[in-house]
């Protein structure tokens, strides 16, 4: 045993004689509990909730950014696919010029013109129908028929027009040689 020890077992008896209060330290923990106010962090100000916040905030705004850029540029004119886009230069062409023979024509009355125009309008709004379902993705090889199917009623429409005009000029013209 060291001298230490030997000293406290010595004067054990010295150490014996004060004894704690328990209540007055009891009290004493209650008065600072009631004063000390509990130590509460936002839940803003912790390190991990704010950078997942400035993420989250980060994503929100690019994807707002990207989604209204795609916005502005979704007008008439946007195609939904290359196919789509494909399909209209050919066919656009080609239905607007046949379309402008129709309107030149001096054969027809304004009213042929205007019920013929009527026709080629309405199935101008069934392409245009036909083309925000594509823009929808609604099984695709389905609205791509339609709208070459369309083209084609479009066309046929125009063709069976011109070519009874050509006809009955064929019958006036033959009329004419006839002896």
């Known amino acids: 045993m060291?001298?230490?020890?030997?000293?406290?077992?010595?004067?054990a008896d010295q150490f014996d004689e004060h004894r704690a209060?328990?209540?007055?330290?009891?009290?004493?923990?209650?008065?600072?509990?009631?004063q000390e106010e509990p130590k509460v962090v936002p839940l803003w100000r912790r390190p991990m909730v704010q950078i997942a916040?400035?993420?989250?905030?980060?994503?929100?705004?690019?994807?707002?950014?990207?989604?209204?850029?795609?916005?502005?540029?979704a007008d008439h004119t946007q195609y939904a696919s290359k196919?789509?886009?494909?399909?209209?230069?050919?066919?656009?062409?080609?239905?607007?010029?046949?379309?402008?023979?129709?309107?030149?024509?001096?054969?027809l009355t304004e009213d042929d013109k205007a019920e013929f125009l009527s026709f080629m309008d309405e199935l101008d709004a069934e392409y245009d129908v036909l083309k925000k379902e594509m823009q929808k993705n609604l099984d695709n090889e389905r609205v791509l028929e339609a709208i070459v199917g369309n083209y084609k009623?479009?066309?046929?429409?125009?063709?069976?027009?011109?070519?009874?005009?050509?006809?009955s000029k064929k019958v006036d013209d033959d009329y004419g040689y006839t002896l």
């Open 2 to 11: 060291d001298n230490f020890e030997k000293h406290i077992r010595q004067n």
């Open 21 to 34: 209060d328990r209540a007055k330290m009891w009290a004493k923990i209650a008065a600072d509990l009631k």
């Open 83 to 107: 196919e789509l886009m494909e399909i209209d230069m050919y066919y656009k062409d080609l239905v607007s010029y046949q379309v402008q023979l129709v309107k030149n024509n001096p054969r």
């Open 153 to 167: 009623k479009r066309i046929e429409l125009i063709e069976n027009l011109l070519r009874q005009l050509n006809d």
């Open 53 to 73: 916040a400035s993420v989250l905030l980060l994503v929100g705004l690019t994807s707002f950014i990207w989604l209204k850029g795609l916005g502005q540029g």
